[in-house]
């Protein structure tokens, strides 16, 4: 078959589609561990290691990670109008199966909406999830959910997203992650929005159980197989949720990624046990970016930990339901992380990411600053070696930030080539029991681009995402925010 090169290069033909076995399964996971590269998972299996087995770097005994034993192959990324994505012309690629341009939010280049694997599930009478650690409003949990000229348009986004302007309605049965404060009408102090949109209380009286907190939480998912009926909606913070590195010293604070993925599965599968139909969940890894973009090291190893364990848990998962399929595939990679003179041991000395120190380092009042930094901020940053020279040194520098950034780097040997992304391939995913297995591995092993991938779920699921995008554009109206309902503030984590 011939295809014209300007259609492939848009994507809109499934080019080794034809080819697929395919096996039918009733569920998917799918998993996206934003801004983790290769070298992500090498750091953090390294570092995991040397502390099970108590080797070192010069005789180091090394153990598999979960993803380890899940490789099927790469995938290529590039947006439509630049060889380096950013999350929302990847996530439109991977939810989507669509090219488009960066900050493009499931519309292409023309600006028209295109329906997304998780809308196709729900139309054909699925459950939906969307379980990250970002804000849910976030380009990645945005590509599923709504659709938007600009990722900056945070308002427009969560709008959409509990269904208040979305063409279908409430199109996900669970939300969980963090950006509170753009469901808080803006009488509320802690709100973000411009409007007087209340969210939280339109997402009740759809019939959403509405979650603020991890008392919350507990109360409602606390122990993973509860019967909590869908749709609910648990959003644990204003802006994005913790670091890892951070929220495992306060866990009583948030709920980990673990946690809400095993809440989420756990009330998926009750909700869908006596139906034909399963159900479909996007799980993201959402913070292993922000630490890329910051050269957080540390922070960078425990969220990608994290990843794992979701992975691994997962796995267990899928081999007790095995009507379930798993793909996983990061958007891109951030921060052009390299391991040149690699010792991880020094990584296991910082005890929280530099985000959460510049703050409590902002907010000190007390009378002894450079105590403070002496004692408390540097140890915390697994610098609690460095000499009165270089103290004076880092406290007369307008932001001591960049500095401890390199230390530490140079300490664990590692270098950061940017504070953004880059257009290298990302690891591909995946796993299912037995034979499904086989096939699977069977079909993806290989290098793939990012817009077949959804491709792939939509045979499985035997879903039609081409009749979903018909019907998003037989919609008249205004409902796809343009360009215009960006945010002026521009999120410093945006890409
Ligand atoms: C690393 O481990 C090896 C083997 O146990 C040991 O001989 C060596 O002294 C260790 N090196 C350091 C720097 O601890
Ligand atoms: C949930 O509901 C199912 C079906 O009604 C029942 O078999 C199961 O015991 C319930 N589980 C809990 C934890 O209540
Ligand atoms: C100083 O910080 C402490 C701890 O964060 C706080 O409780 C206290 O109110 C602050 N004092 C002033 C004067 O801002
Ligand atoms: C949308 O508008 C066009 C003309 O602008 C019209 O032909 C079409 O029927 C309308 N569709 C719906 C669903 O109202
Ligand atoms: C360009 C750069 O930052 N290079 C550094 C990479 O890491 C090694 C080992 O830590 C340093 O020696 C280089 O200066
Ligand atoms: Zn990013």
């Given at each position: 078959?011939?295809?014209?090169?300007?259609?492939?290069?848009?994507?809109?033909?499934?080019?080794?589609?034809?080819?697929?076995?395919?096996?039918?399964?009733?569920?998917?996971?799918?998993?996206?561990?934003?801004?983790?590269?290769?070298?992500?998972?090498?750091?953090?299996?390294?570092?995991?290691?040397?502390?099970?087995?108590?080797?070192?770097?010069?005789?180091?005994?090394?153990?598999?990670?979960?993803?380890?034993?899940?490789?099927?192959?790469?995938?290529?990324?590039?947006?439509?109008?630049?060889?380096?994505?950013?999350?929302?012309?990847?996530?439109?690629?991977?939810?989507?199966?669509?090219?488009?341009?960066?900050?493009?939010?499931?519309?292409?280049?023309?600006?028209?909406?295109?329906?997304?694997?998780?809308?196709?599930?729900?139309?054909?009478?699925?459950?939906?999830?969307?379980?990250?650690?970002?804000?849910?409003?976030?380009?990645?949990?945005?590509?599923?959910?709504?659709?938007?000229?600009?990722?900056?348009?945070?308002?427009?986004?969560?709008?959409?997203?509990?269904?208040?302007?979305?063409?279908?309605?409430?199109?996900?049965?669970?939300?969980?992650?963090?950006?509170?404060?753009?469901?808080?009408?803006?009488?509320?102090?802690?709100?973000?929005?411009?409007?007087?949109?209340?969210?939280?209380?339109?997402?009740?009286?759809?019939?959403?159980?509405?979650?603020?907190?991890?008392?919350?939480?507990?109360?409602?998912?606390?122990?993973?197989?509860?019967?909590?009926?869908?749709?609910?909606?648990?959003?644990?913070?204003?802006?994005?949720?913790?670091?890892?590195?951070?929220?495992?010293?306060?866990?009583?604070?948030?709920?980990?990624?673990?946690?809400?993925?095993?809440?989420?599965?756990?009330?998926?599968?009750?909700?869908?046990?006596?139906?034909?139909?399963?159900?479909?969940?996007?799980?993201?890894?959402?913070?292993?970016?922000?630490?890329?973009?910051?050269?957080?090291?540390?922070?960078?190893?425990?969220?990608?930990?994290?990843?794992?364990?979701?992975?691994?848990?997962?796995?267990?998962?899928?081999?007790?339901?095995?009507?379930?399929?798993?793909?996983?595939?990061?958007?891109?990679?951030?921060?052009?992380?390299?391991?040149?003179?690699?010792?991880?041991?020094?990584?296991?000395?910082?005890?929280?990411?530099?985000?959460?120190?510049?703050?409590?380092?902002?907010?000190?009042?007390?009378?002894?600053?450079?105590?403070?930094?002496?004692?408390?901020?540097?140890?915390?940053?697994?610098?609690?070696?460095?000499?009165?020279?270089q103290i004076d040194k880092l406290l007369g520098a307008s932001s001591p930030w960049a500095e401890m950034k390199?230390?530490?780097?140079?300490?664990?040997?590692?270098?950061?080539?940017?504070?953004?992304?880059?257009?290298?391939?990302?690891?591909?995913?995946?796993?299912?029991?037995?034979?499904?297995?086989?096939?699977?591995?069977?079909?993806?092993?290989?290098?793939?681009?990012?817009?077949?991938?959804?491709?792939?779920?939509?045979?499985?699921?035997?879903?039609?995402?081409?009749?979903?995008?018909?019907?998003?554009?037989?919609?008249?109206?205004?409902?796809?925010?343009?360009?215009?309902?960006?945010?002026?503030?521009?999120?410093?984590?945006?890409?």
């Amino acid at each position: 078959m011939q295809y014209s090169l300007t259609l492939l290069a848009a994507g809109l033909v499934a080019q080794t589609g034809l080819t697929w076995a395919a096996p039918q399964a009733k569920n998917f996971i799918y998993i996206v561990p934003d801004g983790y590269g290769q070298a992500s998972q090498t750091m953090a299996r390294d570092y995991v290691s040397l502390q099970k087995t108590g080797s070192n770097a010069s005789a180091p005994i090394i153990q598999e990670l979960a993803g380890d034993r899940l490789v099927l192959g790469t995938v290529r990324t590039h947006a439509s109008d630049n060889l380096v994505t950013d999350s929302a012309a990847s996530g439109t690629a991977f939810s989507c199966g669509h090219k488009t341009y960066n900050d493009a939010i499931s519309v292409t280049p023309d600006g028209q909406p295109v329906g997304s694997i998780l809308e196709a599930a729900k139309l054909d009478g699925f459950k939906t999830a969307l379980v990250v650690t970002s804000t849910i409003n976030h380009a990645t949990p945005a590509v599923y959910s709504a659709h938007v000229a600009n990722r900056d348009s945070y308002e427009a986004i969560a709008a959409q997203q509990i269904g208040y302007s979305h063409p279908f309605g409430p199109v996900v049965d669970i939300l969980l992650g963090g950006g509170r404060c753009y469901f808080k009408p803006q009488s509320d102090p802690t709100s973000c929005r411009s409007d007087d949109l209340d969210l939280f209380s339109f997402a009740q009286k759809k019939g959403y159980h509405v979650m603020q907190d991890r008392a919350a939480f507990d109360a409602y998912l606390g122990d993973y197989t509860t019967n909590a009926s869908l749709p609910y909606i648990g959003l644990f913070n204003d802006d994005q949720m913790m670091y890892e590195i951070d929220r495992s010293k306060a866990p009583e604070k948030e709920p980990s990624l673990l946690e809400m993925s095993k809440a989420a599965l756990g009330t998926l599968d009750q909700a869908t046990r006596a139906s034909k139909k399963g159900y479909f969940i996007m799980i993201e890894a959402s913070r292993i970016d922000h630490a890329g973009h910051a050269n957080d090291a540390a922070a960078h190893v425990h969220d990608t930990v994290m990843y794992n364990e979701v992975l691994g848990f997962v796995q267990e998962w899928i081999n007790a339901h095995p009507d379930t399929m798993l793909m996983s595939a990061a958007d891109h990679e951030c921060g052009g992380l390299t391991t040149n003179a690699f010792d991880p041991a020094p990584l296991v000395n910082v005890q929280h990411s530099f985000e959460y120190l510049k703050t409590v380092w902002e907010a000190y009042n007390g009378t002894d600053a450079r105590g403070y930094f002496t004692s408390t901020v540097l140890p915390a940053a697994g610098l609690s070696d460095v000499t009165d020279a270089q103290i004076d040194k880092l406290l007369g520098a307008s932001s001591p930030w960049a500095e401890m950034k390199k230390m530490i780097a140079t300490k664990a040997g590692v270098n950061w080539s940017t504070g953004g992304h880059t257009a290298t391939d990302v690891t591909l995913h995946g796993y299912a029991a037995g034979k499904k297995w086989r096939e699977f591995k069977g079909d993806m092993a290989g290098n793939h681009d990012n817009t077949e991938l959804p491709r792939y779920i939509e045979k499985v699921l035997k879903l039609d995402m081409d009749a979903t995008t018909a019907k998003l554009r037989a919609v008249n109206g205004s409902w796809v925010a343009g360009p215009d309902a960006a945010r002026k503030r521009r999120d410093v984590h945006s890409h």
